[in-house]
């Protein structure tokens, strides 16, 4: 697809996407996705149209001290952050801007604020470390960065070259909102962006290892509301959301930001959101639509198990994905409110949810089926489709495309990603008859031993059922006589001996509810499992 011509004078990211002949085939079926206008701004679609449609005295954000922003507070504060930028700090369109934070409403400004004034946005997780955050702004060549005033230690250890930090929510004069404060209140004029220039560089979490940077353009951002929210998820503009995953990972960036905005709706922001904290928001703010990863969803049932006071009466759409929703999460969460959890896969590649499972199609064992505005395939070997029932690779296509920021390491992973016009995302899957999608496992989570094939995630929903089990990851383990072994690392409830004895009960536990050689060779407990900031499983810091 040919590229419209740029509104951005720093044509870097432009100049590093893939070639042409390595995108994959991008779709624009449904009719809103068609009809984006050349020169598009996403932030001046999602903040001052949402605001003149649905009235700048609506509230946007909540935070966790109490405070409430309106649409036009808003507005108001993205404009003067967007004229300190251009102004004081000399960002030109197309440059890239580290933001740095937890998620609070100040640091969902800053983001809209960049991308209104045409800066590519490059968030990172308030956890990551001077090294990560080093080769994250290397990487994406950033030179600002915009960092909440209590996260700069690492951020300065860093030591980025050419990187002007400027921190926000602090003292002195040189602080953003001390600037921004000397700024007039008055309407800042959006950047005239190509709806094909790129709005943000999102970085993925690491789960396989090194992070990459995926390059998403202004119209990506309207497409992932325009197909899962609009189409799935369904919010209405009296909607309160709240989640887990931080802003710098898309996951969260939809959730939490895009679709809300889209909707007209509201947003909790909570710079600590785990799982006491989600459950207590839900009652204050009397929360709607909740985004989080399974191993919340769990952790909150064991809370509310414990006697945790909750009130959960303003629920009604729970979105889970980041990681494989097991069927006993869905069933007991279903048990305790009645609400069928709304499951999906995403990837940072494609931006947000493009499978999904929602009200009749929700239900233990199936992510659902390809989100309105995509396409789904199950491939086998030889890249075709495989017949229904038969495992796969899944592929995908839709109005959003992987495009990693080019190097030599990435070239080699958009080939990977990237084959004959589908996005590989790398889960083994099976359709079944009636066109849903049913997850197998990651493909690099196929264990192979003694000629046997064997899906780690099975082995884990067998274990999950099991009282004393908390959390579990199963890996293989090389071994000279069989290949590989299958291993479970597991963390058991306050009490339960981390024993021989209790390793032999949870391989009985498997022993008799699938084939023998399916049954871990090893139990290794841990206090918990690696994760990255979002709560994805790291399973090859297992595997190392």
């Excluded at 997780?125 to 060549?141: G, I, N, S, T």
């Amino acid at each position: 697809m040919e590229l419209t011509p740029s509104g951005h004078v720093d044509a870097f990211a432009r100049e590093r996407l893939p070639p042409a002949s390595q995108w994959p085939r991008l779709l624009f079926d449904l009719p809103e996705l068609a009809a984006y206008p050349a020169r598009l701004n996403c932030a001046a679609e999602l903040l001052d149209r949402t605001a003149r449609r649905f009235g700048a005295g609506r509230p946007a954000f909540h935070d966790g001290e109490g405070g409430t922003w309106s649409y036009g507070e808003l507005c108001e504060r993205v404009d003067r952050i967007a004229a300190v930028l251009t102004g004081d700090l000399g960002l030109r369109s197309g440059n890239r801007v580290l933001l740095r934070g937890p998620t609070t409403p100040w640091l969902a400004a800053c983001w809209l604020a960049v991308v209104k004034a045409g800066g590519i946005a490059v968030a990172v997780p308030a956890q990551q470390r001077a090294a990560e955050l080093a080769a994250v702004a290397e990487a994406a060549a950033c030179s600002l960065a915009l960092c909440d005033a209590g996260a700069l230690d690492e951020l300065r250890a860093a030591r980025v070259p050419g990187l002007a930090v400027v921190p926000y929510g602090g003292e002195g004069p040189g602080d953003l909102l001390a600037l921004a404060a000397r700024r007039p209140a008055r309407p800042f004029p959006a950047a005239d962006t190509a709806a094909d220039d790129v709005a943000l560089i999102a970085f993925t979490s690491g789960t396989t290892g090194r992070p990459k940077g995926c390059v998403h353009f202004h119209r990506d951002v309207l497409a992932a509301a325009d197909t899962f929210s609009a189409h799935v998820l369904r919010p209405r503009p009296d909607d309160v959301f709240a989640g887990s995953p931080p802003l710098a990972f898309t996951f969260g960036l939809g959730g939490l930001l895009v679709f809300p905005l889209r909707a007209g709706a509201a947003a909790v922001l909570l710079d600590r959101a785990g799982p006491q904290q989600l459950l207590a928001a839900i009652g204050r703010h009397r929360v709607s639509v909740l985004f989080t990863a399974p191993t919340a969803y769990k952790a909150m049932l064991d809370l509310l198990d414990g006697g945790s006071p909750a009130d959960l009466s303003s629920l009604r759409r729970c979105v889970s994905a980041g990681e494989h929703l097991p069927d006993a999460v869905w069933t007991a969460w279903y048990a305790r409110t009645g609400l069928r959890l709304v499951n999906g896969i995403g990837a940072t590649e494609l931006l947000h949810i493009f499978v999904a499972a929602a009200d009749a199609d929700s239900g233990p064992g199936t992510t659902g089926r390809p989100v309105p505005g995509w396409r789904a395939a199950v491939l086998g070997p030889d890249g075709r489709p495989v017949p229904d029932g038969r495992e796969g690779l899944l592929a995908v296509r839709g109005p959003i495309g992987c495009r990693y920021l080019t190097g030599p390491r990435e070239t080699e992973q958009q080939t990977a990603y990237v084959r004959d016009g589908w996005n590989i995302t790398g889960d083994r899957y099976v359709r079944e008859p009636d066109g849903r999608f049913r997850y197998v496992s990651r493909a690099d989570d196929m264990i192979v031993s003694a000629g046997y094939t064997i899906a780690g995630p099975q082995v884990e929903e067998v274990l999950l059922a099991h009282p004393d089990v908390v959390e579990t990851a199963v890996v293989g383990r090389p071994d000279p006589l069989r290949g590989q072994v299958v291993v479970a690392y597991a963390v058991v409830r306050e009490g339960v001996p981390r024993d021989p004895a209790t390793a032999a009960a949870l391989r009985a536990f498997v022993r008799a509810r699938l084939a023998p050689y399916k049954s871990p060779r090893a139990v290794v407990f841990l206090d918990a499992l690696p994760r990255t900031a979002t709560g994805k499983l790291q399973r090859h810091r297992l595997r190392g």
